[in-house]
């Protein structure tokens, strides 16, 4: 009966999305869309950190980070965080709650990217946007009370993806940023793939541009001598299969990776960011981020 149920939730789960998909045909379907994610915030949050709103200047325009540093003395971990919401939604706001817990539980600086957002700014404004302040902050560090000693980024669904693609083009760029890990969660990995297709078609300007270096993480052409990757997916997901094949191939390539599997959901975006209450991803998360900055690649 439970593997009944559990099927049912799933088919119903991603009519849900694929509805959810179908809503983003016009511009009040998107704002639609970005209104509800903002609402997952809490009204008032459960975990106390310092927070420093920041306007960053960076080629032809302006960005916003978020730094959150959790109480204590001495340099701590610095760790990136990309947002999610389906290339099109999503902001600081919206995923404060989970930026402050994971500064707190794993006792790192947080820092939040606001990227810009789809159908009004094409690729490859957010992989720049991502790219870019990332390489900001690490140029910045030393000014900002932040560590380069042990730097990493970590994202969900979409900020997983903008994720990925940093970390390749960090390995790229000579003389460029050094991420000591990478981590994952709920990750979409092919900008060409059927999952939440609806939401790649607002980003993706053609298949040029999927098939581009950093288009695609799943299929890039070489995946070696990237940081160790940590990543987090939901047992009914639709984008679980790339994922799976994403931890294949970098293992594949030598690159030290581990995968958690959490058990009994899909797409569990909104318990993520929302941290109503701690899930195993959560938990698993703040093991991860931990892992990471302990070990060394």
């Known amino acids: 009966m439970k593997k009944v149920t559990l099927f049912i939730t799933f088919i119903l789960t991603t009519s849900l999305c694929r509805a959810q ?11 639609q869309f970005r209104e509800r994610v903002e609402s997952f ?12 709103n920041k306007t960053i200047p960076l080629a032809g325009r302006d960005l916003d980070i978020r730094i959150y540093k959790p109480k204590g003395s001495g340099l701590k971990p610095t760790l990136i965080y990309v ?32 990227y810009r ?8 404004a957010a992989h720049n946007d991502v790219y870019d302040a990332t390489e900001w902050i690490w ?13 990493a980024i970590a994202g969900e669904s979409t900020g997983a993806y903008f994720t990925a693609a940093t970390a390749l083009k960090a390995r790229d760029t000579k003389g460029g940023l050094k991420l000591s890990f990478q981590l994952l969660v709920y990750a979409a990995l092919d900008g060409g793939g059927s999952s939440w297709s609806e939401c790649k078609d607002l980003y993706f300007n053609d298949v040029n541009d999927v098939r581009s270096v950093y288009g695609s ?4 052409e070489n995946l070696s001598d990237l940081p ?20 294949r191939k970098l293992t594949d390539a030598n690159v030290r990776t581990k995968s958690f599997m959490n058990e009994d959901v899909g797409h569990d975006v909104v318990n993520w960011l929302s941290v109503a209450s701690e899930t195993p991803a959560h938990i698993k998360a703040v093991e991860y981020i931990k892992a990471g900055f302990e070990s060394k690649n």
């Open 217 to 220: 993480p799943l299929w890039a």
């Open 83 to 114: 947002h999610g919401a389906c290339w099109v939604a999503g902001s600081l706001d919206s995923h404060d709650e989970i930026c402050r817990y994971l500064a707190l539980q794993s006792d790192v600086n947080v820092v939040a990217i606001d």
């Open 21 to 31: 998909e179908a809503w983003l045909s016009t511009p009040e379907s998107i704002n």
């Open 117 to 124: 957002l789809a159908p009004e700014h094409k690729f490859p």
């Open 228 to 247: 160790s990757t940590y990543n987090i997916y939901g047992q009914y997901e639709i984008s679980r299969a790339e994922e799976e094949l994403f931890m």
């Open 41 to 52: 915030k809490p009204d008032t949050s459960q975990f106390e950190v310092t927070v420093l």
């Open 139 to 151: 140029n910045k560090a030393t000014e900002l009370g932040l560590s380069t000693e042990k730097f």
